[in-house]
């Protein structure tokens, strides 16, 4: 009588060609094509041009890629504001509007950074692990740009409301610029039109040198904070 076969050993998959960042630069793509619904390890394997055996190499399961690409997005985050943060010039005008700059241009050169936020607040609305990180995120900008409104019209309601503001704006630039196609030049064309109306137009306090002083344009800033 032939001897029972113990349990089956599950084959290791052979060692991966590709690293654990190979696969997170390819699951970013993914949601930025996609959205969520493309964060799939068949349809990420699939864009490397492998067998998913090489995913398991490097994550336990979609649970642990998620995971780690949403930490990767918060980490992001956290950097950029931080980098915004010390930036300092005598007229907090030029500071506002070097954070406008960096806002806009953080959406990528093909959009792909905005269009994955666009991607991951539409997962928050069904997720609430995700809306809650979205959340602090908001509040962490929010608060970077009343800093910065604070300093050019110090403290008191209208620098809050004018922050609200601020972002609002910038969220509704990267909804109008996530379109198909575009008009040429509507970044700046959108830039310009917050720069005047919520920058350049807001009064100092009569104590402040800046009530008097026209604002100078600055030379053009490289946009490579985030």
């Excluded at 654990?20 to 970013?28: K, M, P, Q, S």
């Excluded at 809306?131 to 620098?159: I, P, T």
């Amino acid at each position: 009588m032939p001897a029972k076969n113990g349990p089956r050993q599950r084959r290791r998959p052979d060692a991966p060609s590709l690293s654990r960042e190979d696969w997170l630069a390819a699951a970013h793509a993914a949601v930025v094509e996609g959205g969520f619904d493309h964060l799939r390890v068949l349809v990420i394997a699939k864009a490397l041009g492998v067998t998913r055996g090489s995913f398991y190499w490097h994550f336990a399961d979609h649970a642990e890629l998620q995971a780690e690409v949403l930490a990767r997005w918060h980490a992001r985050q956290l950097a950029a504001c931080a980098e915004i943060e010390p930036v300092s010039s005598p007229d907090p005008r030029l500071d506002l509007e070097h954070v406008l700059d960096v806002a806009l241009s953080h959406a990528g050169e093909d959009l792909e950074h905005m269009r994955f936020e666009l991607a991951l607040r539409g997962l928050g609305r069904r997720d609430a692990a995700v809306a809650n990180l979205l959340a602090e995120v908001d509040a962490l900008r929010l608060g970077l740009f009343e800093r910065k409104f604070r300093r050019l019209l110090g403290k008191g309601k209208a620098a809050t409301e004018l922050a609200a503001l601020f972002y609002l704006a910038i969220v509704g630039a990267h909804q109008a610029l996530s379109r198909p196609t575009n008009p040429p030049l509507l970044k700046e064309h959108l830039q310009r039109l917050i720069s005047l109306y919520l920058v350049r137009q807001q009064v100092p306090p009569a104590e402040s040198p800046l009530r008097k002083a026209p604002m100078k344009r600055p030379a053009p800033r490289s946009a490579g904070l985030v």
